[in-house]
């Protein structure tokens, strides 16, 4: 399969035209872009209702480069609106729908926006910390600018702004996991060219393809995926506005039997646990991908045991766009993240940025031309994460053996020096879910006596009751001795960030 590349793409490049008006003026039109509990919206119709939206933001003040910021839950109106924005030329920014009042203000001042989308359970907090420069969008909630009224009285054409590959388009939310979520800006082709690397070139979707996502649409992962990649061939995508659950997945699944589940390790843990899991079907998967966080080896064969769908596991991140190291569909290699996703090239380096050789542990490095441009307002943090030349320093530690298969040793960050050798949690977290009694598992460092220690958080199997001496031992007689955590703590669950990704930074603040 020929690989897209930035110099074939056009000059004149819209994301709204590119994904949405394509299939409907290649004589799709009545095809299924999103499927919701309320039926089916086919490319026409959608492709109408973001040119009346365009209308609406444009009546708003919107023009091309602007800001427009999305706060609100997960349905037809949040991809319209998403592509309305982009149709104009403007910028999109998302967060999600249940932030403090204090987070929804940072995202405010610090994404300038100059029109917020919100719903009912968005609106009042937004209103509560807005300054009075943004006009608020609401979507079934009362206000001065009413989606449904609004966009029902508005014009169904709107040409596309004249953008270029290389203008601004999408600002991609980091984690926050280390501090405010900084934005990773990124031009018109990056999620052009990954739809055609990963989208195409490693999950091969077609237009047959239905994609249901786990995490919502304000996780980059989940709308390229729901929302943009299947467009992109002509599939769809199930899109729900409810919080996700395993019995919700489950159901979802019966209901609209989907091709393909984008998925995360949590979710896949509590959908394996889960009491009703045997009685489930779902043979019409061709495949689950995992993205978001690291899924243990453990956990994948305990997937493959309780559903036998293939997992499609890899790494991305909001600095490349999105992944950029892959397994692939019918190559399983257990441990492994895969290869290079194609588009990209990788590399191991030590501290000093000097390649490492096979088998040995670095930091991987990135090279493509989805890398983000920069941080929003943080040049420091840009010059030292995106060193030119469209490559990014990911922090993530990676061996690579011969054959080119990444193997995920955790985050520079993460690691604890203990008795003077570093030790990576995640060899002692994928350790101790060896153990059936245990769910879930997080190992961070904590002090004592001026020295670090390996503490453990374990969620264990509802009725369990292995104990902490039983992990312990476990853990020294599998792994080098010094890992064994000197402390468990048995929680009922971890602490997750709002993409689902567990919060380290919240375990290590437990006295």
Request: charged share 20%; aromatic share 8%; with cysteine.
């Amino acid at each position: 399969m020929s690989r897209l590349r930035r110099e074939d793409l056009p000059d004149r490049l819209n994301l709204a035209d590119w994904f949405v008006d394509r299939t409907v003026a290649a004589g799709h039109g009545d095809r299924p872009a999103l499927i919701t509990g309320a039926g089916a919206t086919t490319y026409a119709e959608l492709a109408a209702l973001v040119n009346r939206a365009g209308h609406v933001l444009r009546d708003l003040g919107v023009r091309r480069g602007d800001r427009v910021l999305l706060a609100l839950g997960d349905g037809v109106e949040f991809v319209a609106a998403w592509y309305a924005a982009q149709k104009l030329g403007a910028v999109t920014a998302e967060v999600y729908t249940f932030l403090p009042p204090k987070d929804l203000a940072y995202a405010l001042r610090y994404t300038g926006a100059s029109v917020v989308v919100v719903d009912a359970t968005t609106a009042d907090a937004v209103r509560s910390v807005a300054t009075g420069g943004q006009r608020l969008l609401t979507v079934g909630a009362g206000g001065d600018h009413e989606w449904e009224p609004l966009v029902r009285q508005a014009s169904a054409e709107l040409d596309p702004a004249p953008t270029t590959p290389d203008d601004v388009a999408i600002w991609k939310f980091t984690t926050g996991s280390t501090g405010a979520p900084k934005a990773c800006v990124h031009p018109v082709h990056s999620p052009v060219l990954s739809a055609d690397w990963y989208g195409r070139g490693v999950l091969g979707l077609t237009a047959d393809d239905v994609v249901l996502p786990v995490p919502k649409l304000f996780f980059g992962y989940a709308r390229d995926l729901a929302a943009l990649f299947p467009f992109a061939v002509g599939g769809a995508g199930v899109v729900f506005p409810e919080r996700t659950t395993a019995e919700r997945v489950f159901a979802l699944i019966a209901r609209h039997r989907p091709t393909v589940l984008v998925n995360v390790p949590t979710m896949m843990a509590a959908m394996v646990a889960h009491p009703d899991a045997a009685a489930q079907d779902l043979s019409c998967l061709r495949l689950c991908t995992s993205a978001g966080e690291a899924l243990p080896a453990e956990l994948a064969r305990r997937w493959d045991a309780a559903f036998g769908v293939e997992v499609v596991d890899g790494i991305g991140s909001s600095e490349a766009y999105h992944i950029y190291v892959s397994t692939r569909p019918g190559e399983p290699r257990p441990g492994s993240l895969g290869r290079t996703v194609p588009g990209y090239t990788t590399r191991v380096v030590d501290v000093g940025g000097t390649p490492l050789p096979p088998g040995e542990t670095g930091v991987l490095e990135i090279t493509g031309d989805t890398v983000a441009l920069e941080y929003f307002e943080a040049p420091e943090k840009s010059a030292a994460t995106f060193l030119g030349g469209r490559t990014l320093r990911s922090g993530d530690l990676f061996s690579v053996d011969e054959e080119g298969f990444h193997y995920y040793q955790g985050r520079v960050d993460d690691l604890l020096k203990v008795g003077g050798v570093w030790v990576a949690p995640s060899e002692i977290e994928h350790c101790l879910l060896t153990h059936p009694d245990v769910l879930e598992c997080a190992v961070v460092g904590y002090t004592a006596g001026g020295l670090v220690k390996p503490r453990a958080f374990v969620v264990r199997r509802p009725g369990a009751t292995v104990d902490a001496a039983a992990l312990q031992d476990l853990v020294r007689g599998t792994l080098s001795p010094h890992k064994y955590p000197r402390d468990v703590r048995f929680v009922d669950e971890l602490p997750r960030t709002a993409n689902g990704k567990l919060d380290r930074r919240a375990l290590r603040t437990v006295d």
